[in-house]
């Protein structure tokens, strides 16, 4: 049965390459698919959604669902570090893991730190700082406890 998400997201899908092109070369996405990166990713679809929040990986058929609004109008950065996210979400999707796994608190969710270890190291390469890096770690419903909790996992020092 979808989830919710997966069924506001249904709609038209492209190829994700259409869209994000040359990130097939981009050495934080070879670590995440090794080999096999650009085959995943001229095989991997993108939906663009009018709702929902910035972007996830359906775990129905492990497309990227985009809020077209959140590309259009975000922080290239943060788009940047959240496509790294998303990507090592699709790679946990190939190896069949469970993605939303209700057991756990998100911030505490297996599937989430490690997508976030890519992103986060990715953000130091390019020289955000600690506080920089936190910002983006909060997301929206995300408390205080939260963040330090994710923060802390991912050996990053912010002050929320």
Same mark, same amino acid.
């Given at each position: 049965m979808e989830t919710f998400f997966q069924l506001l997201a249904r @709609?038209?899908?492209y190829l994700f390459t259409d869209y994000f092109k040359g990130l097939e070369d981009v050495e934080a996405i070879q670590r995440i698919f090794g $080999?096999? $990166? *650009?085959?995943?990713?001229?095989?991997? %679809?993108?939906?663009? $959604? =009018?709702?929902? @929040?910035?972007?996830? !990986?359906? #775990?129905?058929? @492990?497309?990227?669902?985009?809020?077209?609004?959140?590309? %259009? *109008?975000? #922080?290239? %950065? *943060?788009?940047?570090?959240?496509?790294? &996210? *998303?990507?090592? &979400? !699709? =790679?946990?999707f190939i190896e069949g893991k469970e993605l939303f796994d209700e057991?756990?608190?998100? !911030?505490?969710r297996l599937t989430e730190v490690e997508a976030y270890m890519h992103a986060v190291e990715e953000a130091k390469r390019l020289g955000l700082s600690d506080e920089r890096i936190g910002q983006y770690l909060k997301t929206e419903g995300m408390s205080e406890n939260d963040l330090e909790r994710l923060a802390k996992a991912l050996k990053v020092k912010c002050s929320g």
């Open positions: @709609g038209p899908s $080999t096999r $990166t *650009e085959e995943i990713l001229r095989s991997l %679809k993108v939906e663009f $959604t =009018r709702i929902g @929040g910035y972007m996830w !990986v359906n #775990d129905a058929n @492990g497309h990227v669902i985009i809020r077209s609004r959140y590309v %259009k *109008e975000g #922080d290239n %950065k *943060e788009i940047y570090l959240n496509l790294i &996210h *998303e990507l090592d &979400h !699709v =790679r946990q057991g756990f608190s998100y !911030v505490d």
